[in-house]
């Protein structure tokens, strides 16, 4: 038996049912939506780093400072920023991770764990620091100055190498420059943007 196949005409191309030919329809809006997101993103996370980094110490008292070494690996890497919370110099106990001035050198701020302390009877606090990652204890006892220390209750990671790279003067000058005129196209596209084309039926 032979089977006869029905030959389509040369060239004829099909025509895809309405539901095919809306499911290939790249959406317009895609690109812009991504866009007003990506923006709003940048601005939320700047925001956040503000109110972290600049308002938070004024507004509730707490210091952050990046740790530069790996003298508290791995709990804190160099490059993470610590968040330091003030507690009254006679409540520092054994164990607690403080940020202090030591008594040599440059008088550097670090932030090592408490593995002594001392009270004397004028009110007067020494404490014998070590960080986690070091062998022995730090070479000095730190008398901590004034009422109060900074306990570190926090770590951001990696925040410190991003503050870092914002203070390098060509990241400086372009987000000084740049940003504000992307932000300004932005919203004057947004304002200006042509209403969407309507499809004819």
């Known amino acids: 038996m032979t089977a006869v196949l029905a030959l389509r005409t040369p060239a004829a191309a099909r025509t895809l ?3 095919a030919r809306a499911a290939l329809r790249v959406p317009r ?3 812009a939506f991504l866009g007003r997101w990506s923006v709003r993103l940048l601005v939320t996370a700047a925001v956040l780093a503000f109110a972290v980094l600049a308002a938070g110490p004024h507004l509730l008292g707490y210091r952050t400072m990046t740790m530069l070494t790996a003298s508290m690996a791995p709990g804190i890497e160099p490059g993470d ?3 330091a919370t003030p507690l009254a110099v ?4 054994e164990g607690m991770v403080i940020s202090y001035h030591i008594p040599v050198d440059d008088h550097r701020v670090v932030s090592h764990r408490v593995i002594d302390v001392q009270h004397a009877p004028d009110g007067t ?3 014998q620091t070590k ?3 070091n062998d022995h204890p730090d070479p ?3 008398v901590l100055q004034g009422d109060t220390a900074h306990e570190v209750r926090a770590v951001v990671p990696e925040l410190g190498h991003l503050i870092t790279a914002l203070r390098t003067p060509a990241v400086h000058h372009a987000l000084a420059h740049g940003v504000p005129a992307v932000l300004a196209g932005w919203l004057l596209l947004s304002i200006w943007r042509p209403g969407d084309e309507e499809d004819g039926s």
């Open 17 to 19: 049912p309405p539901v």
């Open 29 to 31: 809006a895609a690109p």
């Open 81 to 83: 920023v610590v968040i």
């Open 90 to 93: 006679g409540d520092v106990t």
């Open 125 to 127: 606090v020494t404490v």
């Open 131 to 133: 960080g986690d990652a």
């Open 140 to 142: 000095w006892t730190a």
